[in-house]
């Protein structure tokens, strides 16, 4: 399936994928917890969403590098001022959301794109 995402399921993605972010580091850190993350189970909820409903490899491409980027500037930036669960799960959720984003905005330009062309 090679279609663009509705922005009302990529808003729906969205929301899960803070949820489960939220959650997760929640637990983790009442376990105390510091080694495990959450980002793994979160970017696989993001690939499974890709490969099974939005099978479009630019946005796909865009969307990955886009979202690990987003991840790894945020935690550099959030850790020292907040603790680790708090600036993760902000780092997860934030980067979540903007690949969703790209993936739906590059998803729909691509299509328009072949729209036009056929």
């Known amino acids: 399936m090679n279609q663009s995402a509705p922005w009302s399921e990529a ?3 969205a929301v899960a994928c803070w949820v489960v972010s939220v959650l997760g580091y929640g637990v983790l850190a009442a376990l105390d917890e510091p080694r495990l ?3 793994p189970l979160v970017g696989m909820g993001l690939l499974q ?3 099974t409903r939005r099978r479009s490899w630019p946005a796909g491409v865009a969307a990955g590098l886009v ?3 987003v991840l790894f500037a945020l935690v550099d930036l959030l850790r020292p001022e ?3 669960y708090i600036a993760d799960a902000l ?3 934030t980067a979540a959301t903007v690949s969703v984003v790209v993936l739906t905005a590059v998803g729909r330009g691509s299509g328009l794109r072949r729209g036009t062309a056929a």
Do not use: D, E, Y
């Open 82 to 84: 907040l603790s680790r």
């Open 37 to 39: 993350s959450v980002a």
């Open 49 to 51: 969403w890709f490969w």
């Open 11 to 13: 808003a729906l993605v």
């Open 91 to 93: 780092a997860t959720g």
């Open 67 to 69: 979202g690990v980027a």
